[in-house]
């Protein structure tokens, strides 16, 4: 009877000792015609050198993040390009980093459509029931141009509990500063934006945007 109730406790330990899952965050990136091959790179080396980042590894790992990747563009252009993966360890992380370095891009010199990248991006958290937050984090350098779905799938995602926030990318000089657009259409009532000043200044804004969706306090 005794060996039997040690041995039932022992069993349990494991499930005692593990970590719940406070965020899934999905990365969006833009891969729309208006980014050439230049800046899709500025673009995977800067999500790479973040999640390589000691403060950002730290945080993946305390929260027991869960991380995936859609790269999107056009109407019906949009890739999970890295499925979920879950940041338990340094190695987790650092692996993470070095597949997003070397990511292909999904596709080339499309329009672009956000609202379908939103609702694609909104299907994939199915995949993560068990986490806490779910997070949708997307890049991009342009308005919708193409499907005009942002109001439906936005609205869809904020339905599920699901919180939106972006990194705008300004070239110096535009007229209408995208950051705008994405303020008013795009993120979710408690989301943010981050504004990088053109794709150079994108490892600086990644980071900071992913340093600032995970510090929340878990509740």
């Known amino acids: 009877m005794m060996r039997a109730l040690v041995t039932g406790l022992c ?30 790179a500025l673009q995977v080396q800067g999500l790479a050198a973040a999640l390589e980042d000691p403060e ?12 995936s990747v859609v790269q999107w563009s056009g109407t019906g252009l949009q890739s999970l390009v890295v499925p979920w ?7 987790d992380v650092a692996g993470f980093a070095t597949t997003a ?5 999904a596709f080339d010199g499309s329009d672009t459509a956000v ?7 909104t299907a994939q958290f199915a995949q993560v029931p068990d986490c806490r937050r779910h997070v949708i984090d997307i890049s991009g ?8 779905t942002i109001g439906q799938t936005r609205a869809q995602a904020i339905r599920q509990g699901i919180e ?4 705008a990318i300004e070239d110096m000089g535009v007229t209408t500063p995208i950051a705008a657009f994405y303020r008013k259409w795009v993120i979710s009532p408690k989301g943010f934006v981050i504004v990088a000043r ?3 200044d994108y490892p600086r804004a990644i980071r900071e945007k992913l340093i600032r969706e995970l510090s929340k306090p878990v509740g």
């Open 115 to 121: 609202g379908e990248a939103v609702g694609f991006a």
């Open 101 to 105: 370095r070397s990511l292909p891009r």
């Open 198 to 200: 053109g794709l150079e």
């Open 141 to 148: 350098d342009g308005p919708e141009n193409a499907g005009f």
């Open 11 to 40: 069993l349990m330990l494991p499930a005692l000792d593990a970590k719940a899952c406070e965020t899934a965050l999905l990365l969006a990136i833009d891969v729309s015609g208006s980014i050439d091959a230049g800046e899709y």
């Open 56 to 67: 950002v590894a730290e945080i993946l790992q305390r929260g027991q993040v869960a991380l």
């Open 85 to 91: 993966r879950r940041m338990r360890t340094p190695a």
């Open 164 to 167: 939106i926030n972006a990194i």
